[in-house]
T-cell receptor, first 113, second 111 residues
Framework: AQSVTQPDIHITVSEGASLELRCNYS??????LFWYVQSPGQGLQLLLK??????LVQGIKGFEAEFKRSQSSFNLRKPSVHWSDAAEYFC???????????FGTGTRLQVFP | NAGVTQTPKFRVLKTGQSMTLLCAQD?????MYWYRQDPGMGLRLIHY???????AKGEVPDGYNVSRLKKQNFLLGLESAAPSQTSVYFC??????????FGPGTRLLVL
């Protein structure tokens, strides 16, 4: 079955530290992959997406993600986190034969000053 | 452009009551979706539509009905609300498999 897995439920980092949020996918073919961010009480905002081509994609707010086919991963990274990055992050994927976006269960990021 | 809007923002229902959640988008998107978000479970697809007049079941459709009479609107109905339907509901729209754009959500509490 198609799935998206985020192994880390909760991550805590200090402001200024680097960040990597993990995402693994299970699809028969390479899916389209997305990272969304949700601030408390808000809707979801797209950070970045991968459809094809360059495996390192740049997004908004200084985030980037790298698609690794061999590891079935699409990890989100940021070199230096800011207190305003505290939020919940969702990885999601969709394949051409499903029409449906499948979400991971999310990773809650806490940032300490 | 307003993007995706949802009405109402918050609602309290008693068990057995009915209600309709309204989603509207002004981006001329063909695809529209209804999700529910529960703690620790991410977003789960309830129903979706790939065009005006069409609807399809998602992952958790039981207890919900939908209608897409106009391209810009997607309605989610609860005929007889149950406490298990307490959740935050999100609507989204997209052009096919492109990026989905989300509304701000509706918080529903069923007592």
């Amino acid at each position: 079955a198609q799935s998206v897995t985020q192994p880390d439920i909760h991550i805590t980092v200090s402001e200024g530290a680097s960040l990597e949020l993990r995402c693994n996918y299970s699809y028969g073919a390479t899916p389209y992959l997305f990272w969304y961010v949700q601030s408390p009480g808000q809707g979801l905002q797209l950070l970045l997406k991968y459809f094809s081509g360059d495996t390192l994609v740049q997004g908004i707010k200084g985030f980037e993600a790298e698609f690794k086919r061999s590891q079935s991963s699409f990890n989100l990274r940021k070199p230096s986190v800011h207190w305003s990055d505290a939020a919940e992050y969702f990885c999601a994927g969709v394949s051409y034969n499903t029409d449906k976006l499948i979400f991971g269960t999310g990773t809650r990021l806490q940032v300490f000053p | 452009n307003a993007g995706v809007t949802q009405t109402p923002k918050f609602r309290v229902l008693k068990t057995g009551q009915s209600m309709t959640l309204l989603c509207a988008q002004d981006m001329n998107h063909e695809y529209m979706y209804w999700y529910r978000q529960d703690p620790g479970m991410g977003l789960r697809l309830i129903h979706y539509s790939v065009g005006e007049g069409t609807t399809a079941k998602g992952e958790v459709p039981d207890g919900y009905n939908v209608s897409r009479l106009k391209k810009q609107n997607f309605l989610l109905g609860l005929e007889s609300a149950a406490p298990s339907q307490t959740s935050v509901y999100f609507c989204a729209s997209s052009s096919g498999l492109e990026t989905q754009y989300f509304g701000p959500g509706t918080r529903l509490l069923v007592l």
